[in-house]
Every structure is written in C-alpha cells, then in structure tokens.
C-alpha cells in the first residue's frame, strides 16, 4: 500500500506560481505511476499531469501544456507539479494519485489517493 500526501497549494493571484509536491510512504515508489488530477466546486475531478515510473514519459492536459511541468525524485519518494502563469480556472483542489500499472488519465484506474491540496488564484 501507498500513503499519498500532497502539499504545496495556497492562494496566488492571477500569473503566478506554485509547486505542489506529492509525498508518498509505504511500498517502493518507482513501482508506481503518479497522476495529478483536479476538482473545481460542482465540477468532475479531471486529469491534469502524469509521470511514469522513471520519469522518462509525462503527460498533460490541454490547459497545462505550457504551463505547468511534473517531476519526480524517487529517492525522496515525491513528485511535484510546478504550475505557472497561473489562471482563475486552475482554481480547484489538486489530488495526486498513483497506480502500479500503466500511466492513464482515468481516475478511476488510480488505487491510491492523497487528501488533496486547495489552489486558488485570484484575479
């Protein structure tokens, strides 16, 4: 099992940044690929960023591209997303994931979930 803790989110106004960071504890954590996902009040939690167990292969959604870059550091067992240039509509909580199987931006194929971290940019 994987214990997932993220951190990092705040309030920033509209252009700036923030570094989530997702620490994770338990079993080997190159073994799993990590996702970040989001959730705005009323709306469905989407996929964001994801990294692949090495770190070799990442992907992002359209609105990320650009902007915001996923990393991972598996000696110290985190990953980050570093997010830039930031917009109003990036205001959600951000929910990193992992899954010892291959790198999709399902949610439901992640089996573990951290808490979550609140972002909100104001304009």
């Known amino acids: 099992q994987v214990q997932l803790v993220e951190s990092g989110g705040g309030l920033v106004q509209a252009g700036g940044s923030l570094r989530l960071s997702c620490a994770a504890s338990g079993r080997t954590f190159s073994d799993y690929v990590v996702g970040w996902f989001r959730q705005a009040p009323g709306k469905e939690r989407e996929f964001v960023s994801g990294?692949?167990?090495?770190?070799?292969?990442?992907e992002y959604t359209d609105s990320a591209k650009g902007r915001f870059t996923i990393s991972r550091d598996n000696a110290k067992n985190t990953v980050y997303l570093q997010m830039n240039s930031l917009k109003p509509e990036d205001t959600a909580v951000y929910y990193c994931a992992a899954d010892p199987r291959g790198l999709i931006r399902t949610s439901q194929w992640y089996m573990y979930w951290g808490q979550g971290t609140q972002v909100t940019v104001s304009s």
């Open positions: 990294i692949s167990r090495s770190g070799g292969d990442t």
